[in-house]
Structures are given as C-alpha cells and as structure tokens.
C-alpha cells in the first residue's frame, strides 16, 4: 500500500479555518469509512482526533471535524487557536488482508 | 488507565540486530490488535507491523518485511518487534499503538529511539 497523500502544510491567523485533505484510493480511504486523523506536537505522544471518518473522541474539541467523499477525507480545523499548531496525520484501514497507510503528515502553523 | 511503555531501542551498527519491548496495561491485551508505528527525522509516521490480539496473523510494511519479527505474549501483556539487518534508514522513534477493530489507534506509547549508526 502507498501512503496517503496529504499537503505538506498548511497555515492560517487565529480564528480562521482550515481544510487538510487526505487523499487515498479506492482499496482504502474509498472503500472504507475508517478513516482516522492525529494530532502530534513534536516530541509528545500522537493523539486521536477523529475517527470513522467524522466521530470525535470524548474530551476532543468541536472545532476539529472529519468528512470524506471518494477517495479524499478532510480533516477542518475551525476557529484556529495557537495550541493548534502541530503535525496532522490521517490513516486509513486497509482491509481485512492487510493494515492500514499513514499519510505523509501536514505541518499546521497558525500565523 | 490504558498505558504503553515502550524499551530496548538503542545505538546499532548497520547490520546489527536489537528487540523492542511494549509493556501494556489498562486493558485486556489479548483483545486488540497492536501495531508498530516509526517516525524518521523530519518524516511522516511509517506504519511498520501489526498483529492481531491471539497473535496469529502478524502484518510487515514492504521496506521491514524479512527483517523484523513482530510478537506477542499475552500472558505477559508485552508486544515485541525483533529487527534484524538493520539500515540506516530504520532510524527512528518507534510507537507501540494499540488499535480499535484494526481501524484506527486510540493509544500510543511514548516511543523508543533506534539509531542505526557507526
């Protein structure tokens, strides 16, 4: 399996929105609505964020939300606040017959 | 409390071998997949291996795959990877995770550094 395709990065001044894309294809991100996003602040742990496609874990902000269409999930960040700066990777479940791909990870700077 | 605590990473020459360690906790480690997950400098997160909660079928990424052993021994709720042939590009900070249904993981350890140098 070939990683996911994500943007290198993305910025954005606080307050404002932002989209990161995930594009996959139709063995993964297409066929599966598993599609999962991190959060990971250099030198701490990774930290779920969405998963399922659109679901937050308990304790997760409102401002992070998932979506998908075809082969490409995004991941929407509103109201961007400075602790929103850090390094954003999707994965998607690649089937009973095997695990699943990272992408290639998206530095956030909030400006 | 769900906790995964990595150990065995180290300095190796190119060529050499060494076994990481994942001790978990919080949970009953027999019922969920666990995968490694590595980080290089500057890189993205590499998913490396998997292998289901009885241990029976085990998972490898194509650039590990013949050179590491992923294991597991849920008597001791410990998840193992044995790298052997090691590169200079298997440098990096290695995760154990444990996933949910094998789609996508909710906790992660705080990582071991492998260094694979001379």
């Known amino acids: 399996q070939s990683a996911l395709t994500q943007p290198a990065s993305v910025s954005g001044s606080p307050r404002q929105s932002i989209t990161i894309s995930c594009t996959g294809t139709?063995?993964?991100?297409?066929?599966?609505?598993?599609v999962s996003w991190y959060q990971h602040h250099p030198g701490k742990v990774p930290k779920i964020i969405i998963y399922?496609?659109?679901k937050r874990p308990s304790g997760v902000s409102d401002r992070f939300s998932g979506s998908k269409s075809g082969n490409t999930a995004s991941l929407t960040i509103s109201g961007l606040q400075a602790e929103d700066e850090a390094d954003y990777f999707c994965?998607?479940?690649?089937?009973?017959?095997?695990?699943?791909?990272f992408g290639g990870g998206t530095k956030l700077t909030v400006l | 409390e769900v906790q995964l605590l990595e150990s065995g990473g180290g300095l190796v020459p190119p060529g050499g071998s060494l076994r990481l360690s994942c001790a978990a906790s919080?949970?009953?480690?027999?019922?969920?997949?666990m995968s490694w997950v590595r980080q290089a400098p500057g890189k993205g997160l590499e998913w490396v291996s998997g292998?289901?909660?009885?241990?029976?079928?085990?998972y490898y990424a194509v650039s590990v795959k013949g050179r590491f052993t992923i294991s597991r021994d849920n008597s001791k709720n410990t998840l193992y990877l044995q790298m052997n042939s090691l590169r200079a590009e298997d440098t990096a900070i290695y995760y154990c995770?444990?996933?949910?249904?094998?789609?996508?993981?909710?906790?992660w350890g705080q990582g071991t550094l492998v260094t694979v140098s001379s």
């Open positions: 139709s063995s993964d991100v297409g066929k599966y609505n598993f």
């Open positions: 995770a444990k996933l949910v249904y094998r789609t996508y993981y909710d906790y």
């Open positions: 399922e496609v659109d």
């Open positions: 292998i289901t909660g009885s241990g029976r079928d085990t």
């Open positions: 994965y998607s479940y690649g089937g009973s017959d095997a695990f699943g791909v």
């Open positions: 919080g949970f009953t480690f027999s019922n969920y997949a």
